[in-house]
């Protein structure tokens, strides 16, 4: 497995080389960091499932460089979808939408719908740029572990089963992008994340939630079972709360008094936002890696990337009933 320097122009080449070839390479957005195939390669799109260990039933976001691009893939742009677009692309929001032919079925799991984004990056946007096609990525994650917003930590959860992996820095971010769809003039968040509902209500007026039909199962990343750290999780309103010596802390701000857990980290001394987003993922993995019985995690101001973060630490306390 080479780990390379996604700024490096040889690098992004080589890259293409293996997308090409329909293999699956590990590249960094400016929210977490992608498993990438070619898009319109349904073989290569299968490694990523297996790859992941991912259920077939959930779909894939597809990338592009360009705005141009949707139209080619999509049948039609919502004029609220076009606005959003022209906020917050390149950047961390995907929009779903009906899809046309391009886009294999194994993407999107056989729904007529295509989850879209444009990243940030820049590491990203050249990649796309280069091999000249869309890339379908999720999360370079085991399925159902959590997201991973550094190349090291792409490297020790695949260990040598990718060929490549693109450096581009830690994620700016570090919250998946998120996801809406717009359907009679409605938008919809399907996934809380990097960009927040009061940034969407700015640009749409009214959003609403998704209402969650377990039955329809449309998209598996909206059930309650994510994000999960193996140790089981906890959420706590005070750091006086954390009763186990064995234990690891997740801090949103620096701790006023000494805690009894053993291992601490935290997300933002003074309570910053981004701050905190952009180090959540790498912390919580680092602190299941302390054999702690159990992480305590500080609950976060529900508002902004706040909510993004409490969605998925809810998600992981219920997955590992901590
Ligand atoms: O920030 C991100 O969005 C990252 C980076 C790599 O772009 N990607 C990401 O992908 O988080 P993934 O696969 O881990 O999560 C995408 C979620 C899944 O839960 C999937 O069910 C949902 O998007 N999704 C994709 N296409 C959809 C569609 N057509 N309808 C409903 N949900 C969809
Ligand atoms: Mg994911």
Same mark, same amino acid.
């Given at each position: 497995?080479?780990?390379?320097?996604?700024?490096?122009?040889?690098?992004?080449?080589?890259?293409?080389t293996?997308?090409?070839?329909?293999e699956?390479? =590990?590249?960094?957005?400016?929210?977490?960091?992608?498993?990438?195939?070619?898009?319109?390669?349904?073989?290569a799109?299968?490694?990523?499932?297996?790859?992941?260990?991912?259920?077939?039933?959930?779909?894939?976001? @597809?990338? &592009? +460089?360009?705005?141009?691009?949707?139209?080619?893939?999509?049948?039609? @742009?919502p004029?609220?979808?076009?606005?959003?677009?022209?906020?917050?692309?390149?950047?961390?929001?995907?929009?779903?939408?009906?899809?046309?032919?391009? &886009?294999?079925?194994? #993407?999107?799991?056989?729904?007529?719908?295509?989850?879209?984004?444009?990243?940030?990056?820049? #590491?990203?946007?050249?990649?796309?740029?280069?091999?000249?096609?869309?890339?379908?990525?999720? +999360?370079?994650?085991?399925?159902?572990?959590? %997201?991973?917003?550094?190349?090291?930590?792409?490297?020790?959860?695949?260990?040598?089963?990718?060929p490549?992996?693109?450096?581009?820095?830690? =994620? +700016?971010?570090?919250?998946?992008?998120?996801? $809406?769809?717009?359907?009679?003039?409605?938008?919809?968040?399907?996934r809380?994340?990097?960009? %927040?509902a009061?940034?969407?209500?700015? #640009? @749409?007026?009214?959003?609403v939630?998704?209402?969650?039909d377990?039955? %329809?199962?449309?998209?598996?990343?909206?059930?309650?079972?994510?994000?999960?750290?193996?140790?089981p999780?906890?959420?706590?309103?005070?750091?006086?709360?954390?009763?186990?010596?064995?234990?690891?802390?997740?801090?949103?701000?620096?701790?006023?008094?000494? $805690?009894?857990?053993?291992?601490?980290? $935290?997300? +933002?001394?003074?309570?910053?936002?981004?701050e905190?987003?952009?180090?959540?993922?790498?912390?919580? &993995?680092?602190?299941?890696?302390?054999? %702690?019985?159990?992480?305590?995690?500080?609950?976060?101001?529900?508002?902004?990337?706040?909510r993004?973060?409490?969605?998925?630490?809810?998600?992981?306390?219920?997955?590992?009933?901590?």
């Amino acid at each position: 497995m080479e780990l390379l320097d996604g700024f490096d122009t040889l690098a992004v080449e080589r890259a293409v080389t293996l997308l090409r070839a329909g293999e699956v390479v =590990a590249f960094p957005t400016e929210t977490v960091y992608g498993l990438g195939a070619d898009a319109c390669n349904a073989d290569a799109v299968a490694k990523i499932f297996e790859l992941k260990k991912r259920p077939r039933f959930d779909p894939l976001i @597809v990338h &592009i +460089s360009r705005k141009e691009s949707v139209v080619d893939l999509v049948r039609s @742009v919502p004029p609220k979808a076009e606005r959003l677009m022209d906020r917050f692309w390149p950047g961390p929001l995907t929009l779903i939408m009906e899809k046309t032919n391009l &886009i294999p079925d194994i #993407v999107t799991a056989g729904l007529q719908t295509v989850g879209i984004r444009m990243p940030g990056h820049p #590491v990203a946007l050249d990649l796309i740029k280069r091999l000249g096609r869309p890339i379908a990525a999720p +999360s370079a994650n085991p399925f159902g572990y959590m %997201s991973t917003t550094t190349a090291r930590d792409v490297a020790h959860l695949f260990d040598h089963r990718l060929p490549l992996i693109l450096d581009g820095g830690p =994620a +700016s971010y570090g919250i998946e992008s998120t996801i $809406v769809s717009v359907r009679d003039g409605l938008v919809r968040i399907h996934r809380h994340g990097s960009v %927040s509902a009061e940034q969407l209500a700015e #640009v @749409v007026g009214k959003v609403v939630e998704k209402e969650h039909d377990a039955a %329809s199962c449309e998209s598996p990343g909206e059930l309650p079972y994510h994000y999960a750290p193996h140790t089981p999780l906890r959420i706590i309103r005070t750091p006086s709360e954390i009763e186990v010596g064995n234990s690891a802390f997740l801090a949103f701000r620096q701790p006023l008094t000494p $805690v009894r857990a053993r291992h601490v980290r $935290v997300l +933002s001394a003074p309570g910053n936002m981004r701050e905190a987003a952009a180090r959540f993922f790498s912390s919580l &993995i680092e602190l299941d890696g302390t054999a %702690s019985e159990i992480i305590y995690a500080e609950a976060l101001p529900e508002r902004g990337l706040g909510r993004a973060m409490m969605e998925r630490l809810r998600k992981a306390a219920k997955k590992t009933g901590g």
